[in-house]
C-alpha cells in the first residue's frame, strides 16, 4: 500500500536523508522517500498493518525531528 505525506519544518537536506534512513528500517515498510525540496514522504508498507505503521513513523519523525509536522497528503 502506496501512502503519501506532507512533511513540513525539516531544516535541511541531511535531516531529510536520516529520517529516510530510520523510516526504512521499521519493520513492515517497504520502502520510503522522503523530499526535502517538496516536503514530501512516500511509504509503501504492508496494508495490513497500516494504522501500526503510520503511528511508529510519526513515533519516530517526532523523536529524531520534534519541531517537525507530517499529515497524510
Given at each position: 500500500m502506496k501512502l503519501k505525506f506532507k512533511i513540513k519544518g525539516l531544516d535541511c537536506a541531511n535531516?531529510?536523508?536520516e529520517l529516510e534512513r530510520g523510516i526504512?528500517?521499521?519493520d513492515g515498510v517497504e520502502s520510503a522517500s522522503l523530499s526535502f525540496m517538496t516536503e514530501r514522504l512516500e511509504i509503501n508498507i504492508d496494508e495490513e498493518r497500516k494504522e501500526e505503521l503510520v503511528k511508529s513513523?510519526?513515533?519516530f519523525i517526532k523523536k529524531e525531528e520534534p519541531d517537525v509536522t507530517i499529515e497524510e497528503a
Amino acid at each position: 500500500m502506496k501512502l503519501k505525506f506532507k512533511i513540513k519544518g525539516l531544516d535541511c537536506a541531511n535531516c531529510a536523508a536520516e529520517l529516510e534512513r530510520g523510516i526504512n528500517r521499521i519493520d513492515g515498510v517497504e520502502s520510503a522517500s522522503l523530499s526535502f525540496m517538496t516536503e514530501r514522504l512516500e511509504i509503501n508498507i504492508d496494508e495490513e498493518r497500516k494504522e501500526e505503521l503510520v503511528k511508529s513513523i510519526k513515533k519516530f519523525i517526532k523523536k529524531e525531528e520534534p519541531d517537525v509536522t507530517i499529515e497524510e497528503a
